[in-house]
């Protein structure tokens, strides 16, 4: 079975921490693709990041980095020195071999304080 | 380009009524799904489409009908509105498949009374 987990439900932080934000993932596809989107206040959903499993190289864009470790069956997301814009709730979520599923994690309440 | 349009953008049912939420988007995707969020669940897929006339369940799709007569439209039915069924619903597309980025309508909060 798909499965992904956000262990973190809620992280309040103060503006200019580093945050990182887990993701923990169950399949047993040897195949499959992992995303990252954002869901801020306004309730829209938007999407940041997507990677195959294939391509475990770490990946930086501006202050969000991503670490992808196959042995740990994880994809974290770092925000280094945070900002109240990043105040939202973040998904991960995973897609199998070629199925029209795409599974979501819980979500992760961030709440950066001013 | 409007992208993904999702109507309307509140509704109060009864029990017992149903209804059609309705998706619709111009960029020409073949894939397309609905998923609902509750709090503390992410989001759960119902349905989706990876094509016009092909459609399949999703994680949680009782209670719920679709069809797809056309690539830009993907309407989500309710046959017999239930407090269960209370949510925020959001329709979502891609070119092929649920492994590309999906783009998001931007809700409809569905009250069952």
């Known amino acids: 079975a798909q499965k992904v987990t956000q262990a973190q439900t809620e992280i309040s932080v103060v503006e200019k921490e580093d945050v990182t934000l887990d993701c923990v993932y169950e399949?047993?596809?040897?195949?499959?693709?992992l995303f990252w989107y954002k869901q801020p206040p306004s309730g829209e959903l938007v999407f940041l990041i997507r990677r195959n499993s294939f391509d475990e190289q770490n990946e930086i864009s501006g202050r969000y980095s991503w670490n992808f470790q196959k042995s740990t069956s994880s994809f974290n997301f770092t925000i280094t020195a945070s900002q109240v814009v990043d105040s939202a709730v973040y998904f991960c979520?995973?897609?199998?071999?070629?199925?029209?599923?795409?599974?979501f994690g819980q979500g992760t309440t961030l709440q950066v304080k001013p | 380009n409007a992208g993904v349009t999702q109507t309307p953008k509140f509704q109060v049912l009864k029990t017992g009524q149903s209804m059609t939420l309705q998706c619709a988007q111009d960029?020409?995707?073949?894939?397309m799904s609905w998923y609902r969020q509750d709090p503390g669940m992410g989001l759960r897929l119902i349905h989706y489409?990876?094509?016009?006339?092909?459609?399949d369940q999703g994680e949680v799709p009782n209670g719920y009908n679709v069809s797809r007569s056309t690539t830009e439209d993907f309407p989500l039915r309710l046959l017999s509105a239930a407090p269960s069924q209370t949510s925020v619903y959001f329709c979502a597309s891609s070119f092929t498949g649920a492994a590309e980025k999906l783009f998001f309508g931007s809700g409809t909060q569905l009250s069952v009374l």
């Open positions: 489409s990876v094509g016009a006339g092909i459609t």
């Open positions: 960029m020409n995707h073949e894939y």
């Open positions: 979520a995973l897609n199998t071999g070629n199925t029209g599923k795409l599974i």
């Open positions: 399949t047993r596809d040897t195949t499959y693709y």
